[in-house]
């Protein structure tokens, strides 16, 4: 099979850029027979992983760099009415657990996406998921809606002016191909934090089961 991208390593990685950014999503795994995804930039350099193993659909999943450092564990919450994701950050370095093992739930909280209870609606007809940004101590909350997230990993992110954030679709090729469903592009818009909007995608993945 013909390689998405050729596997190269960022010697850094940039996360917030004042232009437009264009990410190829591979939804697989590096790992032999694992789950997750695989995340290059424009120029085919690998920048975000994600690597499930043998589980499929997990309720605590790790987004990583392209050197494997930690940059989010994303967990479903349990015995919530409306489906609820939650975005843990942590700094470099940091594995994201106590000396006990236990994850640093609470301090680190960045993110929550809440899904919406869509019972007899069609596909095309689900309401947005809301996504909660800046949820840590003493940070300014900021709201955003994820839609068009029912169905092959696709959503479009807006602000609560509605304005575009990032958009994850098909993949085409220079000839206008469209790509097999497990081959995306996410458009961020400038000085959005890529790493994050990574964040809501890996989410939008999850729901969709495609991870």
Same mark, same amino acid.
């Given at each position: 099979?013909?390689?998405?991208?050729?596997?190269?390593?960022?010697?850094?990685?940039?996360?917030?850029?004042?232009?437009?950014?264009?990410?190829?999503? +591979?939804?697989?795994?590096?790992?032999?027979? !694992?789950?997750?995804?695989?995340?290059?930039?424009?120029?085919?350099?690998?920048?975000?992983?994600?690597?499930?193993?043998?589980?499929?659909?997990?309720?605590?999943?790790?987004?990583?760099?392209?050197?494997?450092? %930690?940059?989010?564990?994303?967990?479903?919450?349990?015995?919530?009415?409306?489906?609820? +994701?939650?975005?843990?950050?942590?700094?470099?370095?940091?594995?994201?657990?106590?000396?006990? !093992?236990?994850?640093?739930?609470?301090?680190? %909280?960045?993110?929550?996406?809440?899904?919406?209870?869509?019972?007899?609606?069609?596909?095309?007809?689900?309401?947005?998921?809301?996504?909660?940004?800046?949820?840590?101590?003493?940070?300014? %909350?900021?709201?955003?809606?994820?839609?068009? +997230?029912?169905?092959?990993?696709?959503?479009?992110?807006?602000?609560?002016?509605?304005?575009?954030?990032?958009?994850?679709?098909?993949?085409?090729?220079?000839?206008?191909?469209?790509?097999?469903?497990?081959?995306?592009?996410?458009?961020?818009?400038?000085?959005?934090?890529?790493?994050?909007?990574?964040?809501?995608?890996?989410?939008?993945? %999850?729901?969709?089961?495609?991870?």
């Amino acid at each position: 099979m013909a390689k998405v991208y050729p596997q190269a390593l960022l010697s850094s990685a940039q996360y917030l850029t004042t232009q437009q950014e264009v990410f190829t999503v +591979w939804m697989k795994s590096l790992v032999l027979n !694992g789950n997750g995804c695989t995340v290059f930039n424009s120029s085919g350099q690998l920048v975000y992983r994600v690597d499930n193993y043998d589980s499929k659909c997990a309720d605590e999943v790790f987004l990583m760099d392209s050197k494997g450092n %930690l940059l989010f564990t994303v967990l479903k919450k349990k015995f919530r009415v409306f489906g609820t +994701w939650e975005g843990y950050k942590f700094a470099p370095g940091d594995c994201g657990r106590s000396s006990t !093992g236990k994850l640093k739930e609470g301090k680190n %909280l960045h993110f929550k996406v809440k899904k919406p209870l869509c019972f007899l609606r069609k596909r095309d007809d689900f309401p947005p998921c809301e996504v909660l940004l800046g949820l840590e101590k003493n940070q300014s %909350l900021y709201k955003y809606k994820m839609e068009d +997230w029912a169905g092959n990993g696709t959503c479009k992110i807006v602000d609560n002016l509605g304005a575009l954030v990032a958009e994850v679709k098909r993949k085409q090729s220079t000839s206008g191909v469209v790509l097999g469903e497990d081959v995306l592009t996410m458009v961020v818009e400038p000085n959005y934090d890529h790493s994050l909007i990574m964040g809501f995608v890996v989410v939008c993945a %999850l729901i969709n089961h495609q991870m």
